[in-house]
């Protein structure tokens, strides 16, 4: 088995055991989004505070959202495997409840590989971001259920978690 060759469909593993980016030059380019979900747990007096833009630090919301969309776009410098694209779109929202901050994030792009990372990195920088807004008012804020739940486009398909 030669070096490129991949013991036990482990793609991103060589023969030799080490680690590498996997060769995607022969896929099709096809439109690819995914969706993933993230939380910030605090106090309903905390939520109170980053729906009315009233935190010491400032509004959270729309740094946070910036904050999202530079994370998937810098994903490839983060996560070592993952492959540059070239992001269409991104879109992060956020969801008020009484002791959480629930943030959904869109990505979109066409390429040769799916975008589940890219989301996935802008919920957790979105999610870190209202954290580190918040800590002043409530250090022990919990970052929870970030995950992914739907993606589209690409060779295996299409699918989603019930919701």
């Known amino acids: 088995m030669s070096t490129d060759e991949q013991p036990q469909n482990l ?10 980016m996997v060769d995607v030059t022969e896929k099709n380019i096809t439109t ?13 007096d905390v939520i109170e505070k980053i729906f009315d833009a009233n935190l010491p630090k400032g509004d ?10 530079m994370g998937a776009k810098r994903t490839p ?17 956020f969801e ?10 869109s990505v979109k792009t066409r390429g040769v590989t799916g975008v589940e990372m890219e989301a996935l990195t802008a919920v957790s920088s979105a999610a870190l971001t209202v954290f580190d807004m918040i800590k002043a ?13 739907e993606k589209s486009g690409g060779k295996s398909g299409d699918w989603s978690v019930e919701r």
């Open 137 to 149: 008012v409530d250090k022990y804020a919990v970052i929870e259920g970030i995950r992914v739940l």
């Open 32 to 44: 690819r989004t995914a969706i993933a979900e993230g939380f910030v747990r605090t106090r309903a």
């Open 11 to 20: 793609t991103h593993v060589r023969a030799d055991g080490s680690a590498h």
């Open 96 to 105: 008020r409840g009484e002791d959480f901050v629930r943030i959904e994030v």
């Open 77 to 93: 410098e983060i996560i070592p495997l993952c492959h540059p694209l070239p992001l269409g779109k991104i879109t992060v929202d």
């Open 60 to 69: 959270a919301l729309p740094v946070a959202r910036v904050a999202g969309i």
